[in-house]
């Protein structure tokens, strides 16, 4: 479990960029990263940390940061007993295993890495999504289809919204069309 990967998108649907950095210790995976970004004519800042069991289900997510002038402080737990936001219980989120952070494309690496799928190979999951800007967090089904060794067919909404994913070795996309790409 001692593999590190760092990279940076540039979002293509707004100004902006993003980076993280990937790494491993014996209790699990930790997604390290900050996204800088104009929303709505606003600057923003927000900065996260993911913490993922072994198995890459996440187990603890804090964010902070800026839209505008408003200050976002977010953390939120999951484990056997529910999902937690703020230290207030959500309801609606049985089988949830992942977080879907809205605004970034690096929790698609999550169910990437778990799933670990073959060529041909599909599979649906159940993550939580934390909507942006509102920050609102509700139960978001997707599914996974392998491609090819480099492309990944993400499905969400029953299939409304569609997206060959380009990845790397990693399992980190490097092409989300009409949102982010790999800063070269």
């Given at each position: 479990m001692e593999e590190e990967h760092?990279?940076?998108?540039?979002?293509?649907?707004?100004?902006?960029?993003?980076?993280?950095?990937?790494?491993?210790?014996?209790?699990?995976?930790y997604?390290?990263?900050?996204a800088v970004f104009l929303y709505d004519g606003q600057a923003c800042r927000l900065e996260y940390l993911i913490q993922c069991d072994?198995?890459?289900?996440?187990?603890?997510?804090?964010?902070?940061?800026?839209?505008g002038d408003e200050a976002v402080e977010v953390e939120i737990s999951a484990s056997d007993d529910g999902w937690y936001f703020n230290e207030e219980?959500?309801?609606?989120?049985?089988?949830?295993?992942?977080?879907?952070?809205?605004?970034?494309?690096v929790t698609n690496l999550l169910p990437i890495r778990r799933l670990n799928l073959a060529v041909g190979e599909s599979?649906?999951?159940?993550?939580?999504?934390?909507?942006?800007?509102?920050f609102d967090l509700e139960v978001l089904d997707q599914n996974y289809t392998r491609v090819d060794a480099n492309t990944i067919r993400y499905e969400s909404?029953?299939?409304?919204?569609?997206a060959e994913l380009k990845i790397n070795e990693a399992g980190l996309v490097t092409d989300y069309p009409g949102y982010w790409t790999l800063e070269t």
């Open positions: 760092s990279i940076i998108w540039r979002r293509l649907d707004m100004p902006g960029h993003e980076s993280v950095r990937i790494y491993g210790d014996p209790d699990g995976w997604l390290d990263g900050a072994p198995d890459w289900q996440t187990t603890f997510v804090t964010i902070d940061g800026w839209i219980e959500v309801a609606g989120l049985e089988g949830c295993v992942d977080i879907d952070l809205n605004f970034s494309p599979k649906s999951v159940r993550a939580a999504w934390l909507r942006f800007p509102s909404r029953d299939g409304q919204f569609t």
